[in-house]
Structures are given as structure tokens and as C-alpha cells.
């Protein structure tokens, strides 16, 4: 018995992103629409864990996840801190995260999807550079031939962007954790991947 791939691959470090990024990239979806608790790959183990149960009845409007062997660091900062004229944002020290566009029930995370990067939105979590990819699933009947983000209905949009911009708000405060700053193409989205892969590899090196 070969057993030389009976070890489960890391999530973030063991999955390939594919050979055709950042045109398409290989996602690993955390949570999914009919999930009432955010789940989050255990950066350790790369087993999902149980982050934390909503506080509030968000649902998360897309695929939720990260890109593989991605890393948000100094590179893709740079591009917010040009946006908003600043030089003290930094990354969030985790992978990419991407939301993935899909007209499909998929049921459950710790899966992998092939998808299509159209745009992004630009948010800061405390100062921290946070941005979602936004994708769409491959060959998906409904949003598989969008190319850029313009194409996709704005009420999809305005979905997104409210969840963001409130999911890790605490009951009782009346401050936001999260603020959204814009929204971003095809062409920056794809440009904000190549910086989290030289992040990423950078990170690799120091370790």
C-alpha cells in the first residue's frame, strides 16, 4: 500500500494556487452561506476550528475562504497606503481572502474550488490592510462568464461590502472594527495576488 499521500496536505502551505494565476486560482472555502459560525483554518494544524458563533444574524454572502501560499504583508499594503496616502498600514498577517461567486448550494467548507478573480474590495481591519478578492466559481452557469466585477449587480455588491463591514462588530459597541475604503477591478485584484505571492515567499524565507 502507497501511503506517501495518506498525510492531509496544509491548507495554506501544501495546496497549489494552479498554473494559470492569477487569471484563475485554486481557493480553499473556511464557510459558506448556511454556516451560523465562523470557521477558520487553525494555522498550526490546518484543520478548520471554530473561531467564533456570529453575534448577529450575518450570513456570509458568498464562498468564503483564502488563496493557498499567499501571505497580506508589506507588498500588498503598499497598494492601500498609496489609496489613502498614508505610510503606516501593514497587512494582516494572514493569507489572501477571497469570496467566491456561485449560483451552487454548496453545503460545507474544507474544499477547494478553481475560480476566477474579477475585483476586490479594499477594507482595514484596526489599521490593517484586509482585502477581499472577489471570484467567480469556473464554468458556474450563472456567474462563470463574468470577467470584472462592474458586471456583477450591485445588490450583490452592497451584500458584500455590509458584510464586511459589520461581521466582527461586538454588541454593545458603537464603533466599527471594520472599514470598508473601495472597491477595486479585474486588474488591480489580480496585481494585489502576485504581491500576497511575494509576501507569501518572503515570509517563507524568513522562517
Request: glycine fraction near 6%.
Amino acid at each position: 500500500m502507497d501511503l506517501s499521500n495518506a498525510h492531509k496536505a496544509h491548507p495554506w502551505h501544501g495546496i497549489s494556487l494552479g498554473d494559470k494565476v492569477p487569471e484563475e486560482v485554486r481557493a480553499f472555502i473556511e464557510i459558506v452561506p448556511t454556516d451560523t459560525v465562523k470557521y477558520e483554518v487553525d494555522k498550526e494544524s490546518g484543520y478548520l476550528s471554530l473561531d467564533r458563533p456570529q453575534k448577529f444574524s450575518n450570513i456570509v454572502p458568498s464562498l468564503y475562504g483564502f488563496l493557498p501560499r499567499t501571505y497580506c504583508g508589506p507588498k500588498m499594503a503598499e497598494l492601500t497606503n498609496k489609496a489613502l496616502v498614508r505610510f503606516d498600514i501593514e497587512g494582516d498577517g494572514d493569507p489572501l481572502d477571497v469570496c467566491v461567486l456561485t449560483e451552487k448550494d454548496v453545503t460545507h467548507g474544507d474544499i477547494i474550488v478553481n475560480a476566477r478573480p474579477i475585483g476586490g474590495l479594499r477594507l482595514l481591519d484596526h489599521n490593517q490592510a484586509d482585502d477581499k478578492i472577489i471570484a467567480v466559481l469556473k464554468n458556474d452557469a450563472v456567474y462563470g462568464a463574468i470577467t470584472d466585477i462592474e458586471q456583477v449587480p450591485s445588490g450583490i455588491i452592497r451584500r458584500l461590502i455590509h458584510y464586511f463591514s459589520t461581521y466582527k462588530d461586538i454588541p454593545g459597541e458603537h464603533t466599527n472594527r471594520m472599514k470598508f475604503i473601495s472597491i477595486y477591478n479585474a486588474d488591480v485584484a489580480r496585481d494585489i495576488i502576485m504581491r500576497s505571492i511575494e509576501d507569501y515567499s518572503n515570509l517563507i524565507k524568513e522562517l
